[in-house]
């Protein structure tokens, strides 16, 4: 099914898929925090106006069937792979690796120097395809999430 899959990048019209994919996991899994709801309200000024861009997996029908961020935090000169969700129609079919694969072209294209994530082991399926894409676990400090039990870092 990868093969069917293309990555694009936000548009005003993937709003509603970026909420309805990442609270679709979050609800099956936890709940959703003030945290999520923020950047749910205003992905455009939450992610994409701070340097931040957002992927989407899209299928043959011009579907959004996955969805991943890439959020800029200027500050420490780092950025974090985040919102990463897929349908789970999809999921075990590489649109994970997809969404993963692009963010870290990208941001290897726009000389970043590292990437972090914050995670839950729950989600074992997740954090194997962390630990794919080259994400080392490192200590917990300051989470965006109380979901949030794992933190991981990748140096570009």
Known sequence: MMDELRIELYQPSFQEDFVRLNSEWIKTFF??????????????????????????????HGKA?????????????????????????????????????????YARSNGYKKLFLEGNTKMKASIGLYRRLGFKEVSKCGASYSRCNIMMELNL
């Open 65 to 105: 069937v996955g969805c991943c961020a890439l959020i800029a935090h200027s500050r420490q000169e780092k950025y974090e792979l985040a919102k990463m969700a897929v349908t789970p129609r999809y999921q075990g079919k590489g649109a994970g690796s997809l969404l993963g694969e692009a963010v870290l072209a």
């Open 31 to 60: 709940h959703l925090e003030s945290s999520d709801r923020a950047v749910f309200n205003d992905p455009k000024g939450y992610i994409l106006n701070k340097g931040g861009q957002i992927f989407f997996a899209v299928n043959e």
